[in-house]
């Protein structure tokens, strides 16, 4: 899953951790990737051997990707139209085979040829037709896409294709629809829809479309790897900033649709979108794909297909993805079996006693009070510190499984922004009672409110993750 998504799943289990900050809930996210070798149409590969060098080699080095700049404009281009021909080509059989199992008159085959042109600016889009997807976000205002898509100079077309579950009649209604459009006369062949949707037409696809869309509501996309097809084929993404988007969208390499709402209604995200998908089309996307200065080849689009490979290709592929699952997870997680299995699992077992101490202690485990040395709490300059003391009950808990922490930042609503966690040392027993006080500087680095807790949360060597008990007392 995604960055986002693991923001979007830390929330979802906050509860789980009751107490735990939700950035510390230990739910990891770690972002899907795609088979290249797959995906990148044979073409590219001969271009990138041929002007880069062995890129399976090299596929997660972002300089050996730096050089798609050495790639001369007219190789690049010729390359992508090629595939775009292909694109078109497979396009107009599948429409005549359908045609034709259908029994439609001998004329609407033969007119499968005025179906689509290369030198038409050609956008994908192909789904699973779940709701969250939004299928028809582009139908929402049909006199304005009619517009583009006959415009005289600077048409588009789109291609669509997809599948809807037996029992989603939203999904299903969809397809008829786009359908439907793409029978109307005046753009009958500029709109067209693919049955079937499968991993072969997902490859057609996204080898040879220029640009290519996706706006599911956020933040319901958990990653989306579509959109990372494209780019080892200088294909361009259009997308709303959710799943591994917000991740791959630098500002420089495709287009993000629409503002981020925080609580809006479903229908007006949609209109909002809707209206930013238009907007960009018609004032970005569509000049930019037409603009030639020298007549022939679309010079800054070709810049934009360059940033995309550049950028996306190293870091969105399963070798990237299997490796950091290797080393945050899989490789701790053995190292730590090993340990815990040696001498007869005598780690674990001390380990399991411990645990069991602990949470048999905890509720005895109390905060008593904090102090604020030299400063008044409400303003401090940036550079400064504050001296904080803590008076902690612990009973029965051994002040070694402990770890007292300052959770500190900027005062913000009565929560603190940007928190930080700095360790407080144990400086004496107070008494024999179990009573510790324990103290601590931290730095200040927002001027003004200043906000701050004390936390106390069970410490073992071998504990995996911090939260791992859930056990955590607040002042
Ligand atoms: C890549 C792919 C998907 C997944 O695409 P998303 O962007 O995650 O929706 C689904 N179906 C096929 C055939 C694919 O090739």
């Known amino acids: 899953m995604s960055k986002s998504h693991g923001e979007v799943s830390r929330s979802l289990w906050k509860d789980v951790w009751a107490g735990v900050p939700v950035h510390e809930v230990p739910i990891v996210s770690i972002t899907n990737g795609i088979h290249t070798k797959t995906w990148m149409a044979p073409e590219f590969s001969e271009l990138y051997g041929k002007h880069l060098g062995d890129w399976e080699e090299h596929l997660t080095e972002p300089d050996f990707w730096r050089r798609v700049s050495d790639i001369p404009d007219a190789h690049l281009w010729e390359t992508h139209q090629r595939l775009k021909l292909r694109l078109i080509e497979f396009v107009r059989e599948r429409v005549r085979m359908r045609r034709e199992r259908i029994g439609e008159s001998p004329e609407a085959i033969r007119n499968v040829n005025l179906i689509m042109d290369p030198e038409i600016l050609t956008i994908g889009f192909a789904r699973r037709f779940a709701t969250y997807k939004r299928g028809a976000l582009l139908f929402s205002d049909k006199d304005r896409l009619r517009r583009l898509l006959n415009d005289t100079t600077r048409p588009v077309q789109f291609i669509f294709a997809g599948k809807a579950h037996p029992r989603d009649e939203a999904g299903k209604a969809l397809i008829q629809e786009v359908y439907k459009f793409s029978r109307e006369t005046g753009f009958e062949n500029r709109i067209v829809f693919i049955e079937d949707y499968d991993s072969y037409i997902a490859r057609r696809l996204v080898q040879g479309v220029d640009l290519w869309l996706n706006h599911p509501l956020r933040p319901l996309e958990a990653s989306g790897t ?59 996307i569509i000049p930019l794909y037409y603009a030639k200065p020298d007549g022939k080849l679309p010079l800054a689009w070709l810049q934009l297909m360059r940033e995309t490979i550049r950028s996306i290709t190293p870091a969105f592929n399963t070798h990237r993805m299997v490796k950091e699952y290797a080393e945050r997870l899989y490789i701790p997680a053995a190292k730590s079996h090993e340990g ?32 604020v040395g030299n400063q008044d709490r409400q ?77 106390v949360v069970p410490t073992h060597p071998h504990l995996m993750q911090r939260h791992e008990l859930r056990l955590i007392t607040w002042s």
């Open 226 to 284: 579509s959109g990372m097809k494209l780019a080892p084929n200088a294909g361009i993404n259009l997308s709303v900033l959710d799943g591994w988007w917000r991740e791959g969208y630098n500002g420089n390499n495709g287009w993000a649709i629409g503002p981020e709402l925080d609580n809006g209604t479903v229908e007006f995200q949609n209109e909002v979108d809707a209206s930013s998908l238009y907007q960009l089309l018609e004032n970005q």
């Open 379 to 455: 303003n401090i300059s940036v550079g400064e510190s504050l001296q904080l003391s803590a008076r902690i009950h612990l009973g029965a808990v051994d002040p070694r499984h402990v770890r007292v922490e300052a959770y500190h930042g900027e005062a913000d609503n009565g929560g603190i922004r940007n928190p930080t966690a700095t360790v407080l040392d144990q400086s004496s027993q107070v008494d024999g009672d179990g009573n510790y006080l324990y103290q601590g500087s931290v730095p200040a680095s927002e001027s003004g409110a200043y906000g701050f807790s004390v936390r």
């Open 340 to 371: 815990f299995s040696r001498d007869s699992c005598a780690a674990a077992t001390q380990l399991s006693q411990w645990k069991a101490a602990i949470r048999k202690d905890w509720p005895q485990v109390r905060i008593q009070d904090v102090q």
